[in-house]
Each structure stands twice: as structure tokens, then as C-alpha cells.
């Protein structure tokens, strides 16, 4: 699908946690987009991404002469450029509660990351989930189900219709899936589980898996 305004320069969809996170937002609102897939964890993976983006890392969005390399930093500029399409909840006070929430996510969950690394496609893994990891994962739990309670009443995501804020935790619902994490143990209201069945039902998430199974095999981190 050649000829969009914007280009997406994304990692393997089993593995870039990332760049799900600008793919599947754009797939969402409806925004086309031509998608460069470069495979990580390959010899020539530095150089390729190197190629694009000036910081070694993907994702990496581009639009004319313009390129951002950062997937909340994407998402900010699309929310700019598109105001019709309500990238972030409409309301002021439920606004700067999916900006708390999708900086916390951008920025925090280091455990999560290490200890459940992203496999899109891979199922039945049974890591040990030490401290750490579990008190990132209880912290999720209570983000989505207070969310949910509070701004979700409209829909099924975390503020009613898709945001931003789904976008940014799409990888932790791949995670949780990979994993067959029970989140009813890390407390909530059986919210937490809804909602991460709602996201892995998506058909954007289902296209995205359905590459991922076809890409070649790397390692796990
Ligand atoms: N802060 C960046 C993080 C991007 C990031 O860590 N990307 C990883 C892939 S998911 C990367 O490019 N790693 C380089 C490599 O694997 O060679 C963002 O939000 O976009």
C-alpha cells in the first residue's frame, strides 16, 4: 500500500513491544500509513535501523522531511494532526488521566519487561515472576480496573472508545497472553482480564500476530 503520507519504520512484530504501540494506534483511528519492517536481532539490525532513525531504535514515524523517533512522541504528533479523530479522551480531567497512565507505561514496569519479555505469538511460557515483577504487574492490574471504573463506562477500552492510553498498554495484554498471567491473583475486579481479552480480540492485534508468525525465528531476550 505505497503512496500514504506517513511512513512506519517498526521492529519483528513477535518481539518490538514498541512498535506496536504507533501500528496499532494508526490501524485503530484509521489512518494509512506505508510500514517498513526491519527484523531485530539479526548482524545487520544496528545498520538497518541506523538507516532511519537517528536514535539506533524503533519505532520510528515519518512524515515529509519530518521523522520522530519516540512512540509516545508519535502518538502526540497524530493527536495534533488529527484533533477529529480523539486520540486522547475528550474530557480535560479523564485527558490528563491517559497522559499520567501512558507516561507511567513509557516510562516505568522495568521488571515487566525483563521478566515477561514480548513473544506476540508464543504461548504457554511459564517464567518465574519474581518480586519485582509481580508488584509491575499488581500496579497494571490496578491502573486498568480503576480506569475501567472510572472513564470506561462508554466502551470496552480503558476510557470507553480506543485512545492512545489502549495503545500504550497493547504490548502488556501480548505479554499477559504469552504468559497465561492470571491477573484475578494480583487483585482487581476481574476487570483487568476484560479488558486484555477486548485487546488481543482486535482484528488490528490478530493481522499483527498473523505476521509475527510468519517472521523468522529470534531469540528471546
Ligand atoms: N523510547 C522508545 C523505545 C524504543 C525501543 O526500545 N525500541 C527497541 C525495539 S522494541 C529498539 O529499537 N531496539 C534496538 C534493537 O533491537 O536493535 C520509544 O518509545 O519508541
Not at 506505508?34 to 527484523?39: L, N
Not at 506476540?120 to 475501567?148: H, M, Y
Not at 472508545?161 to 495484554?173: G, K, L, Q, Y
Request: proline share 5%; with cysteine.
Amino acid at each position: 500500500m505505497a503512496g500514504n503520507a506517513y511512513g512506519l519504520v517498526i521492529g519483528s512484530k513477535q518481539v518490538s513491544s514498541w512498535s506496536l504501540r504507533p501500528w496499532i494506534l494508526m490501524r485503530q483511528a484509521g489512518i494509512g500509513f506505508d510500514e517498513t519492517v526491519i527484523q531485530l536481532r539479526q548482524p545487520g539490525t544496528r545498520a538497518a535501523i541506523l538507516k532511519h532513525s537517528p536514535s539506533g531504535q524503533v519505532p520510528l514515524l515519518t512524515h515529509g522531511s519530518l521523522l520522530l523517533w519516540d512512540s509516545l512522541a508519535v502518538a502526540e504528533y497524530l493527536n495534533e494532526r488529527h484533533p477529529e479523530l480523539h486520540l486522547w479522551p475528550a474530557d480535560a480531567g479523564a485527558r490528563a488521566h491517559a497522559r499520567c497512565i501512558s507516561c507511567e507505561m513509557h516510562s516505568s514496569y522495568r521488571e515487566l519487561r525483563f521478566g515477561l519479555p514480548m513473544e506476540f505469538s508464543s504461548r504457554g511460557l511459564t517464567p518465574q515472576i519474581n518480586e519485582q515483577c509481580a508488584a509491575d504487574i499488581k500496579r497494571i492490574v490496578e491502573i486498568w480496573c480503576e480506569t475501567r471504573k472510572r472513564h470506561g463506562t462508554g466502551g470496552p477500552f480503558l476510557f470507553g472508545t480506543f485512545t492512545i492510553a489502549d495503545a500504550m498498554f497493547a504490548p502488556v495484554a501480548s505479554r499477559f497472553t504469552t504468559y497465561g498471567t492470571r491477573l484475578a491473583d494480583y487483585g482487581g475486579d476481574g476487570a483487568a482480564e476484560a479488558y486484555r481479552a477486548v485487546l488481543m480480540a482486535l482484528p488490528a492485534m490478530l493481522d499483527w500476530g498473523n505476521a509475527a508468525r510468519l517472521e523468522p525465528h529470534v531469540a528471546a531476550n
